[in-house]
């Protein structure tokens, strides 16, 4: 097995059945500005609709397969990962956010106790409390939109039966929030469940004004905690070493 050249890489769990991708999906070679060693899970999100012990014990195979190849920290690519954020933080000694669920506690610190976080997930009827419950989140503030109406978001990532478009992505991504806004007016943050629709975050708050988390804020997040700013004096190898590789 060969070991990867940096000690400060992130590695991202993804499954190897997943809807067309573009750049900005964390699943997309090219997305990020630093390297990403990605850890292919063989099924698919439905194997996380219910979970079982077949798909945990995959997903901890491929993150401990992830550690051995050098990685220092990991991201799982899928929102329903969130069902086993506790066993593959235990399976590894890398720090590990399973999914962009995660991150849900956070956000709902970052806006105080009288604001609401929409979530936009890939189907309303397939994240249930179970994989919330494995976020740690309050789901009381929560409001939750799913795609499955969208019909561009239907055919590309549930039915994996066309390629992405961006505009009409965009297009679904907006609609959805638009709704889920129609529901409940004091949002003060977004979080994206599933992975196909981070490259639309930007789009989001340009549009809406309201913050966005999603698994790319995720790995980004990793990547920083193991690579911090350094603000040696120049001429160190810790200057160097980051002005090679940052």
Do not use: W
Not at 147 to 166: L, N, T
């Amino acid at each position: 097995m060969q070991k990867l050249r940096s000690d400060r890489v992130i590695g991202v769990l993804l499954f190897d059945s997943a809807g067309d991708r573009i750049v900005g999906d964390p699943g997309m070679p090219g997305t990020f500005p630093f390297p990403v060693c990605y850890g292919v899970v063989p099924g698919s999100y439905r194997d996380l609709i219910q979970g079982s012990r077949g798909a945990c014990d995959r997903l901890c195979a491929a993150a401990r397969e992830l550690e051995a190849r050098g990685v220092s920290a990991i991201a799982g690519d899928c929102g329903l990962m969130a069902l086993y954020q506790k066993q593959l933080a235990k399976s590894v000694r890398v720090p590990v956010i399973a999914s962009s669920l995660v991150l849900l506690p956070l956000a709902e610190r970052l806006v105080g106790e009288h604001r609401k976080i929409g979530v936009l997930t890939g189907h309303s009827a397939l994240l249930n409390e179970r994989h919330l419950a494995g976020a740690g989140v309050d789901i009381s503030r929560l409001v939750i939109q799913g795609m499955e109406d969208e019909p561009h978001f239907s055919q590309v990532v549930i039915e994996g039966k066309a390629r992405q478009s961006y505009l009409l992505m965009r297009r679904d991504v907006l609609r959805a929030a638009d709704k889920l806004l129609s529901r409940e007016e004091n949002i003060g943050a977004i979080l994206l469940e599933c992975s196909n629709l981070a490259a639309y975050g930007a789009e989001l708050t340009r549009t809406l004004g309201i913050p966005v988390l999603d698994c790319g804020l995720a790995v980004r997040l990793l990547f920083r905690m193991v690579n911090p700013a350094c603000y040696c004096p120049e001429g160190t190898p810790g200057r160097a070493y980051e002005a090679e590789n940052l």
